[in-house]
Structures are given as C-alpha cells and as structure tokens.
C-alpha cells in the first residue's frame, strides 16, 4: 500500500465520528440520512466526513434512483491492518520479554520472602 495511501486512511479513522460511521457501514449500506442519525451533526457535517472517508477509499456511494446508498470498502481497512501487523511480531517478542522479567522478578520475592521465614 503507498504510504500517501496509508496515510489517508490513518487519518480518516483518526476521528470517532468517521469510526462510527464506519462500524454502521460494516453492518450493510446505509443512506447519508441513516448515518446521520446517532449523531447531532447536520447533514452538511456528515457529508464532509463521509467525503473524508471516500477519499480514503473506506467508503463508495452507489446510486439507485434517487437512493444514495454508502457501502464500506474493507480493503484499505485490510492494508492497514497488515501494515500494523508488521509491528505485532515486536509487540509479542516485547511483551513475552516483560512477562519473563516479572515472573524472575516475583520468583526472587519469593525467595527473599522465604529466606527471612526460615
């Protein structure tokens, strides 16, 4: 994925409000309209947003008639996640390291404890 790319969809998904239009559209197509409503946004405001994720390429709006339906496009959401996903392998090897670390670090209390009871 090209970084301009990524970057575009790090940025749409940087708002909640954009987040939450997403999780909508992941559950089928929806009308401006119908995103609009958990929100007290005007349509104007939303329209912006739904540009910010269209953009991205996170969303398309079809036409049928006068029906504008906004269908999600999980694609670049896929190369997102394979391009944090780089960063897991890290993340796991970082994680396993601390555990390893407390673990050491409770078996010396412990025998500290042991050493002064006895």
Not at 41 to 52: E, N
Not at 66 to 76: A, D, M, S
């Amino acid at each position: 994925m090209p970084i301009d790319q990524l970057s575009a969809t790090f940025a749409a998904l940087a708002d909640p409000t954009r987040r939450a239009m997403l999780a909508r559209l992941s559950k089928g197509e929806a009308t401006v309209t119908e995103l609009a409503e958990p929100f007290e946004l005007s349509l104007p405001a939303i329209s912006k947003h739904l540009k910010v994720l269209q953009r991205a390429g996170l969303v398309e709006q079809g036409r049928q008639a006068q029906w504008r339906p906004c269908t999600l496009k999980p694609e670049r959401l896929r190369d997102a996640s394979e391009w944090i996903g780089q960063y897991r392998r890290h993340w796991e090897d970082s994680l396993e390291r601390l555990d390893d670390y407390l673990r050491e670090i409770q078996q010396d209390h412990e025998q500290q404890d042991g050493k002064e009871q006895g």
